[in-house]
């Protein structure tokens, strides 16, 4: 296609022409961005002004325009007073006489300024300097006493400094009129201005010389028309008879044709360029490339690839804006394309270039987060709309199967035989890619396509072969209906069109968007971006109770609009669905009508049609031809690959780390491998300092704590599992020693060489060779480690790696469990595994965490006890089993608790709970020796413990009188138990019996005061529902808790066995879940099925191996664990984060 009589948009590429980012004119437009350049300094005050002055002195412009405009008017429509008034205009060097040729020319220059047009900065200069040159000649005439000196200070005066400021202001924000003009353009519009001017002047001297009473010349006749076309006053004076002139109507029409050709010229000489040049085959690769490469929350980016639209580049072609130009304005949509490192430049190029031509910038359904960026340019954002955004997990498809319209669609359109197919564009045939696109087109019935942001207006295209097409199929495999969808990175869909079938059952859409939603998970598909719903705000507020009338009169309009754009409509097809709405912004230069700017988005998405001053160009843009790409394109395009899983990460590093990254990075540069698969190792450091004598050369690898170089020799302290060794390397006899010096505290360092001592005889290892195993990225802590507690939580692995004392706890605790383990293996438990993923949360009173499987769409618990499977494996014939495990319980976390921990339960059939209080006592004994070497503990007062003698047993009624000073039991009345709780600052609640109060009593008063370990048994029924009746006793059961230092430890039971009185207590269980209680347990029915077929009479045992460890050893529950649970910094994170 080729334009030759208006300008095209250079390629950035294209050669030998000038690149446009070497042309004067846009530095000098970078130069007024730089104030909100992201990536740049800080703009002045002064630089902002300057950017401002096109806008403010165009204004001005156009504001006296429309003053002269009015004074045109004939004194017969108007006061005699504004005329009068108009007189005043003389002080900015206009007429005072109703001259139209002034005001359009005033008008036209300041929509050339707004537009940062050169041409019309000098036009307007040179527009003021005759008043400059007027008040210099009138000082002159002063100074030669020609004048009266009361002029000095007349409107001449005034008018020529107003002149001169207009000039200086325009001088010095004169790189702020950097839009070009047309070639050719001086040429037509002089021509246009001459033929108008001379027909205004012939129409005036005719006039003026026919018309009786005027003009008493021919001479004078003609002068008059001169002035009267041009409105300069000079002319005006020569006249012989001051007095005749010709009646208002004359110079009204002989000034609206010279205004009339003077807008005409204007328009000619001050238009932009109408056609920018669309992106050619090599830029749309390169843009699909960054789509490829990057990562985006813009579901619209593909839409970029459209081909009515040119394309920009950042200066290192990382990030790029389309655009369209329509009407004067350059219309982008969208968030910049790319990298988000490089957005700002992109989008500084693309404000850049299209003020160079004169176009005003403005981006169409932009996020947040692209807004931002623009709006560091001086681009100013408002509300256009949101889009909706289907999420494809399983509570939007259960949102979706609960919809009433949506799920009676799908069952309408299932009943009638319909189906759905899901397929690449690339997978097609040509011949029913073809058929489908036939459909698609007659199916729009001939109405004009609509979409510019949120449309690509080209199915079918071999380059877009990963688009998904989705279909609808009646029973006689006919397409009734299409979705097509291109990319949204690798796991997104992005709505480009929606057909259907005249003749298909109704409902056939949202029975595709549910069966897409369901289909989802298995394709990889994460989320589907639908409609765009314009101005749903107002649309959603204004129909609110409270709505204000401003706001209802927005809805309004826009329901009268909706009559024909169904903009309403659109909205609740879309809610429907329940989609999460995400706002999209218009952004618009500040110097800019934004109604001006509404109009050319509404042209682009197809809702009006296009302007006559744009018709001719868009006409010729199209002319019903496809862009040209060339027969390979679809293969480069394929070639790209799929859309990047991840995009690259960005770390953020400071101060040392940033050095030491930097340091590694130039290392990986230079050839070196930081991280091999292997290094030389022989023995353990610990095998060498143990005095096991290895042969004369050893290997041994370590981290490097700590360095002293004394220039020729170089001392390492070299630790490997908490074990330091010095390595000692010397400039004669260590290789490559030069480069060992460069290592760093927090290497990983592999040395060979031999045993030795150093001079004052430390025992050291004489380094002859070395390898680095691992590069370490940030520094090691000083000699005292690691102070301050929280580092050493959420920095667990620094702490382990230069603590001892933190590492000991780590072996520590795997002793107690490897002793814990052997005792019941020892004793002849089976160790099993139980599932941690649960349908039904029991086994004890607590409040679960809850998840979901996607796979069967369930909602699961993590377990909070193994206790109902072990026993199930007590009735399958095992008599004796344990499980050692990790449990969950969404409960505080403190001291004592945190939110997962690691439990043992062990069961053993024909035993009860005081066989397996005997069997604590045991396995914690046996713990304790494992640990320290000794049965003897010492407490948090620092009295010492010794495990071997027997444990305190005491009845929790015997334990809670003590404590309360009077005798209380089972039996002990509601109200007395109700003042002695409430005596002891406990408040009872009106669903606890005498057993709940019983135990809340315990709770408070009994296990914080309990120092030695204790068993306390014979717990109140209604508190121990898994657990069996006490043998002797009504109302109480055969459970025990083992309590130490305020802290208890485990627990036992007689186990119920009898399954009605099981399933009595666990349906009471889940009517207290049912009411509210998020602690209570829920019936679990393979539970109770087991137990019917016969548990045998059954101890279970379960002991906390967290706080067993923390008795032994006198740590916190955080130090008796290898990765604590921490609150995430920041809102988010890992458990040590």
Sequence with gaps: MTITDEPRV??????????ITSDPAVHAARRSARAVDPNGPRATVGSRRRSMMPLVMGRFMQLLGCSLLLLSV????????????????????????????????????????????????????????????????????????????????????????????????LLVSRREFSARLQ??????????????????????????????????????????????????????????????????????LVSSISGAALLIA????????????????????????LLAESRTDDSLAYFATRRDKSVVFSQDRRAAVSFRVIDGIALASGDPIGYETSWGEAARAFVDQSRQYGWIPAVLSTTERGARCYERLGLQSTSMGEEAILNTDERSIDRLARDPQVSAAVRRVRKAGYRAQLRRQGDLSATELEQLVQLGDQWRDDEVERGFSMALSRFGDAGDARSVVVTAHDADDAVKALLVFVPWNH????????????????????????????????????????????????????????????????????????????????????????????????????????????????RAEGFLGHSIIDRRGHRREFLGQVPFRPEDFAERV??????????????????????????????????????????????????????????????????????????????????????????????????????????????????????????????????????????????????????????????????????????????????????????????????VETP?????????????????????????????????????????????????????????????????????????AYADYTVMRHLAQRLITRMAVAVSGTALISGPDGSIVDLTQDWPVITVSDAVSAAVGTTVTIDTDRATLERITREHGIEPRSADDTGHLLERLYEELVEPATTVPTFY?????????????????????????????????????????????????????????????????????????????????????GLGVDRIVMLLTGATIRESIAFPFVRPAGGRGSSDS
Aim: hydrophobic share 45%; net charge neutral; charged share 20%.
């Design 266 to 289: 204007l328009l000619i000489l001050l238009r932009t360029a109408r056609v920018s040049r669309r992106m050619n085959a090599d830029e749309e690769v390169h843009l699909r490339g």
């Design 836 to 908: 941690i993923l649960q349908t039904v949360h029991g086994g004890a009173n607590a409040r679960p965490f809850r998840t979901r499987i996607n796979a069967y769409r369930t909602d699961l618990t993590l377990r909070i006890a193994p206790e109902l499977a072990l026993k199930r494996l007590i009735v399958a014939g095992f008599p004796q089993v344990f499980e050692i495990g990790r449990n969950f319980r969404n409960e505080g976390a403190d001291a004592t608790h945190n939110p997962e921990f690691t439990a043992v339960e062990a069961y053993r």
């Design 74 to 169: 004939p004194p017969l429509l108007l006061p005699v007073e504004i005329y009068w008034a108009g007189s005043y205009l003389a002080v900015f060097g206009l007429s005072p006489e109703p001259f139209v040729f002034n005001a359009v020319l005033l008008f036209v220059l300041g929509a050339g300024l707004v537009r940062r047009q050169k041409a019309a900065m000098v036009a307007t200069a040179v527009f003021e300097l005759p008043n400059v040159l007027t008040a210099v000649w009138d000082l002159i005439a002063a100074g030669t006493g020609s004048a009266v000196p009361d002029d000095l200070f007349g409107p001449d005066l005034v008018a020529g400094v107003v002149a001169l400021l207009v000039i200086a202001a």
């Design 1017 to 1101: 048994i014979d717990f109140p029924a209604s508190t121990s529902p898994l657990t069996r009746g006490h043998r002797r006793t009504p109302g109480l059961a055969e459970r025990w808790d083992l309590v130490a230092f305020g802290m208890e430890l485990g627990t036992a039971y007689t186990e119920l066995a009898d399954p009605f009185e099981q399933r009595a207590r666990l349906t009471a269980q889940s009517l207290l879940a049912a009411g509210g209680d998020p602690e209570a347990m829920e019936v679990d029915e393979s539970f109770l099925t087991a137990l019917e077929l016969g548990m045998p009479p059954t101890g279970g045992l």
């Design 491 to 602: 796991d997104g869909l992005s709505l480009d069109l929606m057909r259907r079938s005249p003749d298909a059952v109704n409902g056939v859409t949202e029975f595709l968007v549910a069966w897409l939603v369901d289909e989802a998970a298995s394709r990889q598909i994460a989320r589907i971006s639908l409609n765009f719903a314009m101005f749903r705000e107002i649309l959603v507020r204004g129909e609110r109770p409270g709505a204000g009338r401003v706001l209802r009169l927005k809805r309004r309009v826009l329901l009268a609009l909706s009559r024909r754009w169904q903009l309403d409509s659109l909205r609740r097809a879309n809610e429907r669905y329940a989609p999460d709405w995400r706002p999209r912004l218009l952004l618009s230069d500040r110097g800019a009508s934004l109604g001006r700017v509404w109009l050319a988005a509404a």
């Design 638 to 831: 394929a070639a790209l690959g799929a859309p990047a899983t991840t995009a690259t990460a960005t770390v953020r590093r400071r101060g040392t780390h940033l050095a030491k990254a930097n340091r590694a990075i130039a290392m990986q540069t230079a050839g070196e491998d930081l991280y091999p698969a292997e290094v030389p190792r022989t023995h353990s450091v610990a095998d060498v300092v143990s005095g096991v004598l290895p042969p004369r050369a050893v290997s041994i690898a370590g981290r490097v704590l700590r360095r002293r170089d004394h220039g020729g020799v170089l001392f390492l302290d070299v630790s490997e599992d908490h074990t330091a060794i010095q390595v000692l390397a010397t400039a004669d006899r260590t290789a490559r020693f030069n480069a060992l010096r460069a290592s760093q505290p927090g290497d990983v360092v592999s040395f060979s060489g031999t045993i030795g001592s150093s001079r004052t005889g430390t025992p050291s290892l004489i380094a002859v060779d070395w390898t680095l195993a691992a590069k370490s990225l940030h520094e090691l802590p000083g000699r005292n480690g690691l102070n301050d507690p929280e580092t050493r939580i959420r920095q667990r692995h620094l702490d382990l790696a230069v603590n001892a004392e933190a590492a000991a706890m780590v072996r520590a605790r795997s002793h107690a469990i490897q002793a814990l383990r052997s005792g019941l293996l020892e004793d002849g438990y089976l160790e």
């Design 183 to 252: 070639p050719a353009a001086h040429r037509a519009a002089g021509t246009v201005l001459a033929a108008g001017l001379s027909l205004a002047i012939l129409v005036g001297g005719v006039l003026a010389e026919w018309l009786p009473g005027t003009l008493t010349s021919a001479r004078d006749a003609w002068l008059w028309a001169v002035s009267a076309s041009i409105g300069l006053e000079p002319l005006d004076t020569l006249l012989h008879d001051q007095d005749s002139r010709p009646g208002e109507p004359v110079p009204l």
């Design 10 to 19: 250079p390629s950035a590429d294209a050669e030998p022409k000038r690149s």
